[in-house]
């Protein structure tokens, strides 16, 4: 064998496991983006379900309907046709309008 082959051998090892170890920090660095874009987009979803229900039938249906979506009612505001809701899921908040037909 080649004095050359006999110095560079093994170095794919190394190589390998800095690269699995860079994928491990950037997987955990996303997890709590992930988690967060996930909040996100469930506390819209129950803002507008929020925000409609209450339209058709008044601020205690918006209620019941954002906790049956995992959220908290946090903001209601009635005027005329137009219904506006502020709802909370973790530490996300989302916010959606409706209107009365």
């Not at 601020?59 to 005329?80: C, D, P, S, Y």
Request: no cysteine.
């Amino acid at each position: 064998m080649p004095a050359r082959a006999r110095r560079d051998g093994g170095q794919a090892l190394p190589l390998g496991l800095a690269v699995v170890a860079l994928a491990v920090v950037v997987i955990l660095a996303l997890v709590p983006l992930a988690q967060g874009a996930d909040a996100a987009a469930r506390a819209q979803v129950a803002a507008d379900a929020a925000a409609l229900a209450g339209a058709a039938e008044g601020e205690a249906a918006a209620r019941e309907v954002a906790a049956a979506n995992g959220a908290e009612l946090v903001q209601w505001l009635a005027a005329g046709p137009d219904v506006w809701v502020g709802v909370r899921v973790g530490d996300a908040e989302a916010v959606a309008q409706a209107r009365r037909e």
